[in-house]
């Protein structure tokens, strides 16, 4: 077990000479226990909120928990926060009629009485410094890697719903395993998730794709039923086949979709959101022949469609979506070696040069996860030319040229000829007849100026 941080050490001290009860609780002591980083420190007292305002200078109270924040402050100057100490009153609970807040809070003297009101056994223990309160058996459970609810787990879930997804991601998360009793609960109150906001699902949801193994909370996130709750469109994937002759799948296209995301190289949350939904349209464009043959003809536009819809319920921000809705449209892209430039140069503009890491990402995935090798001398080549082809300019504005220069050769003010003959000499550079180098381009110029000034000398004696 790791020793109190020194600011930790602080908080404890200033309210215990002044004559309260101060513990340490939650996630923080979980973490202590296990050895793991942790920040934002959660502690708990039998000081009322303006007793606590009154000990902490650096502190504020805006909410009707009894938490007040503590700002904890690299320097000295205080200039740059560090970290921000919750401390939290005893408290009882009663009534949650929307599923997720109490409708009656009590403060309390005792800190059983707090533990009571807590999700998890792990996360129902209290640390003063010295002496452990752990009344449901906490520290056990994390020798275990058991997640466990406090009491009667249909009784927490009620409370708060949000606990059904959180169970899943701290499992997630710390690679632990769900209680019976507990798996049970979640499975029987996972309907009352509808009454979460759906800022409050995604943001679990994004905790357990950042997490060390996000296929297997997707695949506890299907197995309990919240993943029908949240993204129905994916759990009707697992029901979709994909093995046929001719086709190298062996998995139906959910099952496929999580591997995809287990074998994904990269730790970007929104990526693997991506390469788990990278086939969403599949389950839309299914199709059986009388040999057998399955396919999923323009699954990747209907997938696109349907990517979009999901991160809107999500209330994923415009960018996120855009990366989501890019990756899942031009995941199927071709590797065939005989590809011109201009066909990687048109693939490269629609992903986006900022998106290619993460769509070779899905692409491994996408291979490993249907039982391929993780690459292949095509991917590989196609690789070597994406950065081959990115040296050559992808715009006007990546010429080694501009208006100006048009206009001082050309010896004219602004106006079409100028932007038509960035085009001209734009073309000619993409087609590797002109290279883009300054004195080339220059010399390009005045050539067009000169033909220019000959048409027009020839139409006037005309």
Same mark, same amino acid.
């Given at each position: 077990?790791?020793?109190?941080?020194?600011?930790?050490?602080?908080?404890?001290?200033?309210?215990?000479?002044?004559?309260?009860?101060?513990?340490?609780?939650?996630?923080?002591?979980?973490?202590?226990?296990?050895?793991?980083?942790?920040?934002?420190?959660?502690?708990?007292?039998?000081?009322?909120?303006?007793?606590?305002?009154?000990?902490?200078?650096?502190?504020?109270?805006?909410?009707?928990?009894?938490?007040?924040?503590?700002?904890?402050?690299?320097?000295?100057?205080?200039?740059?926060?560090?970290?921000?100490?919750?401390?939290?009153?005893?408290?009882?609970?009663?009534?949650?009629?929307?599923?997720?807040?109490?409708?009656?809070?009590?403060?309390?003297?005792?800190?059983?009485?707090?533990?009571?009101?807590?999700?998890?056994?792990?996360?129902?223990?209290?640390?003063?410094?010295?002496?452990?309160?752990?009344?449901?058996?906490?520290?056990?459970?994390?020798?275990?890697?058991?997640?466990r609810a406090v009491g009667n787990p249909i009784d927490r879930f009620s409370e708060?719903?949000?606990?059904?997804?959180?169970?899943?991601?701290?499992?997630?998360?710390?690679?632990?395993?769900?209680?019976?009793?507990?798996?049970?609960?979640?499975?029987?109150?996972?309907?009352?998730?509808?009454?979460?906001?759906?800022?409050?699902?995604?943001?679990?949801?994004?905790?357990?794709?950042?997490?060390?193994?996000?296929?297997?909370?997707?695949?506890?996130?299907?197995?309990?039923?919240?993943?029908?709750?949240?993204?129905?469109?994916?759990?009707?994937?697992?029901?979709?086949? /994909? #093995?046929? $002759?001719?086709?190298?799948?062996?998995?139906? %296209?959910?099952? *496929?979709? =999580?591997?995809?995301?287990?074998?994904?190289?990269?730790?970007?949350?929104?990526?693997?959101?991506?390469?788990?939904?990278?086939?969403?349209?599949?389950?839309?464009?299914?199709?059986?022949?009388?040999?057998?043959?399955?396919?999923?003809?323009?699954?990747?536009?209907?997938?696109?469609?349907i990517a979009k819809d999901i991160c809107h319920r999500l209330r994923l921000s415009?960018?996120?979506?855009?990366?989501?809705?890019?990756?899942?449209?031009?995941?199927?892209?071709?590797?065939?070696?005989?590809?011109?430039?201009?066909?990687?140069?048109?693939?490269?503009?629609?992903?986006?040069?900022?998106?290619?890491?993460?769509?070779?990402?899905?692409?491994?995935?996408?291979?490993?996860?249907?039982?391929?090798?993780?690459?292949?001398?095509?991917?590989?080549?196609?690789?070597?030319?994406?950065?081959?082809? /990115? #040296?050559? $300019?992808?715009?006007?504005?990546?010429?080694? %040229?501009?208006? *100006?220069? =048009?206009?001082?050769?050309?010896?004219i003010d602004p106006g079409p000829t100028v932007g038509k003959t960035l085009e001209?000499?734009?073309?000619?550079?993409?087609?590797?007849?002109?290279?883009?180098?300054?004195?080339?381009?220059?010399?390009?110029?005045?050539?067009?100026?000169?033909?220019?000034?000959?048409?027009?000398?020839?139409?006037?004696?005309?």
């Amino acid at each position: 077990m790791r020793t109190l941080p020194q600011e930790v050490q602080t908080v404890l001290s200033t309210l215990k000479n002044s004559g309260f009860d101060a513990y340490v609780v939650g996630g923080s002591v979980r973490d202590l226990l296990m050895g793991k980083e942790t920040k934002g420190w959660d502690f708990t007292t039998n000081a009322t909120p303006e007793q606590i305002l009154s000990l902490f200078p650096d502190s504020f109270y805006d909410n009707c928990f009894g938490t007040v924040g503590v700002k904890i402050y690299e320097d000295q100057e205080k200039t740059h926060i560090k970290d921000i100490f919750e401390i939290t009153t005893f408290r009882s609970e009663r009534g949650y009629t929307d599923n997720r807040h109490p409708d009656i809070i009590h403060w309390g003297t005792h800190i059983e009485d707090d533990l009571a009101r807590r999700d998890f056994t792990i996360n129902a223990i209290a640390y003063n410094g010295a002496t452990f309160i752990d009344p449901y058996g906490g520290r056990k459970d994390i020798e275990k890697k058991v997640i466990r609810a406090v009491g009667n787990p249909i009784d927490r879930f009620s409370e708060d719903a949000l606990r059904i997804m959180r169970a899943v991601r701290i499992a997630t998360q710390l690679g632990f395993f769900i209680e019976e009793h507990t798996l049970e609960a979640i499975r029987s109150s996972v309907h009352l998730l509808q009454n979460i906001s759906a800022e409050r699902i995604r943001d679990e949801l994004m905790k357990i794709l950042a997490s060390n193994y996000p296929a297997d909370g997707t695949l506890l996130l299907k197995n309990t039923g919240i993943l029908q709750i949240i993204i129905p469109e994916l759990h009707d994937a697992f029901s979709v086949p /994909q #093995k046929s $002759p001719k086709r190298h799948h062996i998995y139906d %296209v959910g099952t *496929h979709s =999580v591997e995809a995301l287990r074998h994904a190289p990269t730790t970007d949350p929104i990526v693997r959101l991506a390469t788990l939904l990278h086939d969403i349209g599949k389950p839309k464009t299914f199709h059986k022949d009388k040999s057998g043959l399955i396919t999923f003809y323009n699954h990747e536009v209907i997938g696109a469609k349907i990517a979009k819809d999901i991160c809107h319920r999500l209330r994923l921000s415009k960018k996120q979506t855009d990366t989501v809705v890019t990756l899942v449209r031009w995941h199927q892209f071709s590797v065939d070696p005989n590809q011109t430039d201009s066909a990687i140069r048109r693939f490269i503009r629609r992903c986006g040069k900022e998106n290619l890491e993460y769509m070779l990402a899905l692409r491994i995935g996408d291979r490993l996860g249907g039982g391929a090798q993780e690459t292949s001398w095509r991917l590989e080549l196609f690789k070597k030319r994406l950065e081959d082809v /990115q #040296k050559q $300019p992808f715009s006007i504005k990546d010429l080694q %040229v501009n208006g *100006h220069d =048009v206009m001082r050769i050309f010896n004219i003010d602004p106006g079409p000829t100028v932007g038509k003959t960035l085009e001209t000499l734009f073309s000619e550079v993409e087609q590797g007849i002109l290279p883009n180098e300054r004195e080339a381009l220059l010399k390009r110029i005045q050539e067009l100026a000169l033909s220019t000034s000959l048409l027009v000398s020839s139409t006037t004696k005309t």
